[in-house]
T-cell receptor
């Protein structure tokens, strides 16, 4: 039983449309993160959350928003998708301290 | 901004060879983690080191945290095709979001 579930796993959308990616965790971890992974850029932090309704921006937050209304769910929204947002998106959770991240399996998003 | 540089970026070796991957920074980290990522999946935590000079072994993998907690290395003995993947180091610091800083990754291919 996966501790973190991302949905959808794959999505193709048109430029200008809004898109929401979902991350659901059963770990009861306090911290949740959204990253994008692109060739040559590695993992880059988009937004993170340190509690319900507590979120903040990462290094590549432009064009993205997030919401966390429950401990277990962290949503990433692309307000108006652009081709530069074609990427693989990973959600991660962390309990804190020196513990590492637990990652989801990723969402491959293609904006055409 | 804390940065982590990994080297080499790519490594292609024959089964049975030894290899070392390096993760370097000018910043001090409170902890250092290593992850392995396989195609189509999220990174999976291999190990966490927290003490300067610490060495941890995981079967054929040996991880070391530098004395000054600015660098780390991953050594694989007698590499096997199953070791193929993307290896990522990540440093933990003191920040509100408990975020990790990721290196760019080392893509390892072990040929039979």
């Amino acid at each position: 039983d996966a501790g973190i579930t991302q949905s959808p796993r794959h999505k193709v959308t048109e430029t200008g449309t809004p898109v929401t990616l979902r991350c659901h965790q059963t770990e009861n971890h306090r911290y949740m993160y959204w990253y994008r992974q692109d060739p040559g850029h590695g993992l880059r932090l988009i937004h993170y959350s340190y509690g319900v309704k507590d979120t903040d921006k990462g290094e590549v937050s432009d064009g993205y928003s997030v919401s966390r209304s429950k401990t277990e769910d962290f949503l990433l929204t692309l307000e108006s998708a652009t081709s530069s947002q074609t990427s693989v998106y990973f959600c991660a959770t962390r309990t804190g301290g020196a513990y590492g991240y637990t990652f989801g399996s990723g969402t491959r998003l293609t904006v055409v | 901004t804390q940065l982590l540089e990994q080297s080499p970026q790519f490594l292609s070796i024959q089964e049975g060879e030894n290899l070392t991957v390096y993760c370097n920074s000018s910043s001090v980290f409170s902890s250092l983690q290593w992850y392995r990522q396989e195609p189509g999946e999220g990174p999976v935590l291999l190990v966490t080191v927290v003490t300067g000079g610490e060495v941890k072994k995981l079967k054929r993998l040996t991880f070391q945290f530098g004395d000054a907690r600015k660098d780390s290395s991953l050594h694989i003995t007698a590499a096997q095709p199953g070791d193929t993947g993307l290896y990522l180091c990540a440093g933990g610091g003191n920040n509100a979001g408990n975020m990790l800083t990721f290196g760019g990754g080392t893509r390892l291919m072990v040929k039979p």
